[in-house]
DNA sequence: TTGTCAAAGTAAGAACCTCTCACATATAAG
DNA sequence: CTTATATGTGAGAGGTTCTTACTTTGACAA
C-alpha cells in the first residue's frame, strides 16, 4: 500500500540526490499553488526529509525559487530550439515559432513562469539566470537579424527585438492571469503572434 | 521628539480609520519589500495597532493586498484620464498617451504593479479588481475605435487594443525587471511607445 | 441622561513557518 | 580500518497568520 505521493520513503540515512529532488518539490508545489504559497517545509515532506534538510543544498528559501527559475529559463530556451528546427532560416516563421513556445511555456508551466520574472526577488544578483536570460534573448536577436538577411545583429534588431520580447512577454501573463478570455470574441493566439510578428517586422 | 515614521502612536482607544491606515501602511511595505517579504505584522507596527486588529476589516492577508490592488487600478486609471487630456481625440499621441501612464505607473510603483498581476493570488475572484480592469481597457478600446474615427468598437478595435496593452504590459515588467538597460544602446521609451503603436495602428 | 448594543480594539495562544545549532551517520580516501 | 567530510536529524528560537474570548467606546433609543 502506497502511502500517497505525497510523501517519499527511503531506507538509506543518506537520501542519493535531495538537491534535485527538493528542485523537482519545489517546481511542482509553485505550480501547485503559486510562487507565493509555497513553502520550505512543504518540499520538505514531499522529499520525505526534515525540514533542515534543505539548508545543506540552499542558503534560504529564495535560493530554493531560485534554482527552479534557473531551470525554468533553461527549459524555455530549450524548447525554443526545438521549436525552430523545422523552420526554414530568414523567414518570420522562425519569429512565430519563438514568440510560440514563449507563451506556451507561460500556459503549461504559470508557477514557474510567474516565479522567473514575476516576484520581486533581486534576479538581478542571480548570474545564472541572467546569463540563461540573455543567452536566450540573443537568440530572438539573431533570428530577428536573419529575417533581415543578416548574421549581424545592428541596431533596429535589437529594437525589434525588444519590442517582440515586451509583447509575448506580455500577452504571456496576460493570458494566464485569464484577461484574455473576457474578450467578445475567441482569442486566437496563434493570429495574434503572426500578426504582431509581421507588423514589428515590417519595414 | 517624534518615534520614527515606524510606528503610529494613538491616545483614543479606537482609531478612527485604521481600514484605509492599514491599506496606506501596506501599500508602502508592498513598495519597499515587494509583495512577496510582505507581511501583516509589520502593516500592524506601522500602523500602530495590534496583530489582530486587521481582521476586524479584511478576512485575511490576501485580501488587504487586493485592497492595495485595487487602489492601484483605480489610481493608474486615473493617470490615464488625465494624461489624456491635452491630446486631440481621434490622434494616435492618445493611444501613446496611454502606454506612457502604463508604463510609467509601474516604473513609479513596481511593487504595486507587481501586486496587481504578477501574483498568482486568484484576482479573478476579486469583482472590484475585475470591474477596474475591464474599464481601463474599455478606455483603450474606445481610444483605438476613435483613431478609426469611429465611436463603436469592432472586432479588429478589440484586436489591436490587446496587442497594444500586451505590448504596454510585458515592457512594463521588462522596464521594472532591469531587463531594458541590458540594451548595447540606451533605452528610449517614448520611441518604443510611439513606434509600436504607429506600426499596430497601421492599415 | 442613561442603558444597551454593535463596532472595533486587545491579549493570549494554536498552528504554522524559516532558519540555526549541535549531533548522528554514511561514504570515500588514505 | 580509520577518519574526514558531506549530508542527514532533532530540538528549538523567533517569526508568521489567524482565532478566540474579552474590553472599550461611541451611538442611539428610551
Redesign the interface.
Known sequence: MKKGAQTQKRDTYHHGDLRAQLIEATRQLVEE?????FSVSEACRVAGVSTAAPYKHFKDKDEMLHAVAIQGMQRQQGQMIEELKPYQLGTLDRIIALGRVYTRFASQE??VF?LM?????D??EVTELVET??ATFEIVQLEVAACRGSAEIN?QD??RS??L??????????AI????N????P?DMEF?LA??AQ??M?D
Open positions: 499553488k503559486g510562487p507565493d504559497h504559470p508557477g510567474r520574472f514575476g516576484l520581486s526577488s534576479h538581478d536570460g540573455t541596431e535589437v529594437h525588444f519590442q520580447w515586451s509583447f509575448v512577454h506580455g500577452l504571456s501573463f496576460l492571469d485569464g484577461k484574455l473576457k474578450a467578445p470574441m482569442f495574434m500578426d504582431v507588423r514589428v515590417a
